[in-house]
C-alpha cells in the first residue's frame, strides 16, 4: 500500500489536521480542519467533527485518550485522509497533474468536470442548449452538434476508442481531424475552419475549468478562406424582378436585397422597427441579432410595397410571414433553378452591398452602417466589385431608387401559387 511518504518523494504533497482554538462553539468544541499542501499551493477542507481542545495534540494532528470524543475524531481523519490520497492518485493519473484545489473539490463532490474531449463536449452544449431564446439561438447549437458528431465520428473511425483523455491531445490529434474533415467529410475551408475552432473551445475550455494545465492548441489558427463577395450578376437580378415564379421566396429575396437584412433580423422585423423623420422618410432602425450592432437603412420604394402587399397576411406584430430558415433555402434554390442561377437567400444581404449601395456611390463608411458591421474591413468585401463611386449618401439613393421604377411582377391567383 502507498504510504504518505511515498507520495512525498514524487511532489510536495501533504495532508495537515488543526483545529481553530480562537473559534470555540457555545458546546466548548472546536470545528476539526484539514490543509492539503501540493507543490506550494494550499487548500483548507473543513469538516462536521468537532474536537474538545484539552484532548488535541498539536504534534500528532491527532485526538489524545480513549474517549468517545477522541475515537470519533480520529476515526474521522484516517476515513479523510485516505479520501484524499484516492483523489490525489485518481486526478494524477487522469490529468498527468494534480492541484489542492482540484483535489478539495473532489472531496467536497463540487466541480468535478470532464476529463475526456467528448464528455467536455457533451457538457458545453447541454449548458448552451438551456441558454436557447437568452443569449443563445438554435442555428448556433446545430451548429456545434454537428461538430460534436464530426468528432466522435473521428474518435471512433481513426482512433478506435469511445472518448479520448483531454491529457492525450496533441498536434497529430489536431492534423489528422483537420484532415478526416477534408478527405472522409469532403467539407470545404470554411466549414473545416469552424469545426476545428470548436475544438478549439473546447481545450480552452478544459484549461478554464482546470482540467488542463495548459492549452495544446493556443498557438493553432485553423487557416479561413479568403472571403469574397457573393452577390448575383446585375442581369441575374433584373430576370429575378421580371420573373413571376415562386412569388413568397422570390418577394423575400428582393426585399432582402433592397434592405440589406439577414434572414434572421427580416423574421423578427416589425413596426416597432420603423420610423419616419421630419421629411417623411421611413427607416428601419433594427439591432442584428448575429452581432449585436445597430443597423439603419431608409426603406426604399420596393421594400414598402412588399411590406404593403402582405399587410392582410399578418398573424402578430411582425410585417413579413415570413416561413422556417430551412424551407426558405429549399424554395430559393428552386427558385434559382428556374432561372438557371446557383442561388441562396443571403446573396439578397451581398446583393445590398454592391447593386444597391456601392455601385451606386453610396460611401462605405454609410455601407457599414446600413448593414451593422462591426468593422469597416468586413464591408470592404463588396468594395472591390466596383470603382463607381463617388461623395454621395443615401438620399441620392432614394433619388436613384424613386427614377427607376421597378414593377413586382405576379402571376395569377390559383391553387399552384405559393
Known sequence: METNKDIKRRSTFAVLFYINRTKVR?????????????????????????????????????????????????????????????????INLSLGFVTAELVKNAVKGIG?????????????????????????????????????????????QKCGQEDVTLRSLDREFYDAFDLFLRTECRLQQKSVHEHLYRLKKMTVRAVNQGTLRRDPYATLHPELPKRRSRHLKLDDLKRLLAEPELRRAR??????????????????????HITQDKEGVRWIHIRRQKTGTESVVRLLDVPMRIIEKYRTERTDERLLPICSYGKLQRLIRKLGEVYGIDLTFHMARHNFGTHITLSLGV???????????????????????????????????????ASRKIELYEEPKNENNL
Not at 434572421?264 to 416589425?270: E, M, P
Open 363 to 401: 460611401p462605405i463608411e454609410t455601407v457599414s452602417r446600413m448593414m451593422g458591421h462591426r468593422r469597416l474591413m468586413t464591408t470592404q468585401i463588396y468594395a472591390h466589385v466596383t470603382d463607381r463611386k463617388v461623395d454621395e449618401d443615401t438620399r441620392q439613393l432614394r433619388k436613384l431608387s
Open 26 to 90: 457555545k458546546d466548548g468544541l472546536c470545528q476539526l480542519l484539514c490543509k492539503v499542501s501540493i507543490d506550494a499551493e494550499a487548500a483548507q477542507i473543513g469538516t462536521k467533527v468537532a474536537v474538545d481542545p484539552a484532548i488535541w495534540n498539536p504534534t500528532t494532528g491527532r485526538a489524545d485518550g480513549r474517549s468517545r470524543n477522541a475515537g470519533e475524531v480520529n476515526r474521522a481523519i484516517d476515513a479523510l485522509t485516505e479520501e484524499i490520497k484516492a483523489h490525489y492518485k485518481r
Open 112 to 156: 468535478q468536470k470532464p476529463l475526456t474531449l467528448l464528455a467536455l463536449f457533451r457538457e458545453h452544449n447541454e449548458e448552451f442548449e438551456k441558454r436557447i431564446g437568452i443569449d443563445r439561438t438554435k442555428e448556433t447549437y446545430k451548429c456545434y452538434v454537428r461538430s460534436y458528431n464530426h468528432l466522435r465520428e473521428f474518435v471512433q
Open 251 to 272: 418577394d423575400w429575396f428582393i426585399f432582402s436585397t433592397f434592405t440589406g437584412l439577414a434572414y434572421a433580423d427580416l423574421k423578427q422585423l416589425s413596426e416597432k
